[in-house]
């Protein structure tokens, strides 16, 4: 895609997984830094674009606004087919690429942080939960990669990202299970040695 793509950007945000991807794709890009503390991301301008006050909020040389990380993921990819972040269209091996591509904010995501900021409190019940329980995804994830090099097979794809870069938030933040699973552990150090990872890892 030609043009340059601008980002709402907070390191410590779910934005550092977009400049991930637009590091993986070889996009042209601009970081607009947002500062939660003086509340940029509430201003009527930021607002404008994404009234929900969150990033990621990414604009896209045509001037469209993108919001949700998975969706974000998803376009670059089909953006910058050369990067071969996506399976083709239409295969089966794009199906497991959806499957797992939005496993990560559907059921991981919201899962771990269930488990971190609720551990005392009783858990909810698992019919109502579109995870159903956290060892149900940590088991899930435990038993795909045990099997094979990345979640979609034996090739690194935007799903891997997505679900890379929330399972190397929870090895951080202590979620239970994440650091004591060698298979996870194993995937997040593969995916933490990429190049694109440690460019996104500077000051921007």
């Not at 947002?34 to 045509?62: C, H, Q, S, V, Y």
């Not at 995870?131 to 990345?150: F, P």
């Not at 299970?177 to 552990?185: L, M, V, W």
Request: glycine share 8%; aromatic share 12%; charged share 20%.
């Amino acid at each position: 895609m030609q043009g340059r793509f601008k980002l709402y950007f907070n390191p410590q945000s779910r934005a550092a997984v977009v400049r991930w991807m637009l590091n993986e794709v070889g996009a042209d890009y601009e970081l607009v830094p947002i500062d939660f503390e003086k509340g940029e991301n509430r201003t009527p301008e930021f607002l404008a674009l994404n009234p929900m006050g969150k990033l990621p909020t990414l604009i896209l040389p045509d001037g469209t606004v993108m919001t949700e990380t998975a969706a974000i993921l998803a376009h670059l990819a089909d953006c910058f087919p050369e990067a071969g972040l996506a399976p083709a269209v239409g295969t089966s091996e794009r199906a497991t690429y959806y499957r797992w591509l939005f496993f990560a904010p559907s059921c991981l995501e919201p899962a771990g942080i269930d488990a971190m900021m609720r551990k005392d409190a009783p858990p909810l019940p698992k019919m109502a939960l579109g995870w159903g329980s956290y060892d149900d995804v940590v088991d899930t994830i435990e038993e795909r990669l045990s099997a094979s090099t990345y979640v979609t097979g034996e090739t690194f794809t935007a799903a891997d990202l997505a679900i890379g870069a929330t399972l190397w938030w929870f090895t951080m933040f202590g979620a239970p299970r994440i650091k004591d699973s060698a298979a996870i552990q194993r995937f997040v150090g593969r995916l933490t040695d990429r190049e694109a990872f440690k460019r996104g890892q500077a000051p921007g």
